[in-house]
């Protein structure tokens, strides 16, 4: 599995999704936040299906 998330990309990944799964805990505590185990996946995989299907890359290329 290549890598095309960038590092800024994770870190913005990675707040979102804690974020999202707060509001499971917080706020209008929906089921709805487990949708930020989405974004928090892909930050820690460095992978996101949908830019490997766009053609995207937001990682530097070695």
């Known amino acids: 599995m290549k890598v095309n998330v960038g590092t ?3 870190v913005i990944r990675a707040i979102l999704g804690l974020v999202l799964i707060a509001l499971v ?3 209008p505590q929906t089921a709805w ?3 930020g185990l989405i974004p928090l996946a892909t930050a820690f995989m ?3 299906p949908a830019y490997s ?3 995207i890359k937001t990682c530097k290329t070695k």
């Open 8 to 10: 800024l990309d994770r």
């Open 25 to 27: 805990f917080v706020g």
């Open 33 to 35: 936040g487990w949708l």
């Open 46 to 48: 460095g992978n996101c």
């Open 53 to 55: 299907i766009f053609g």
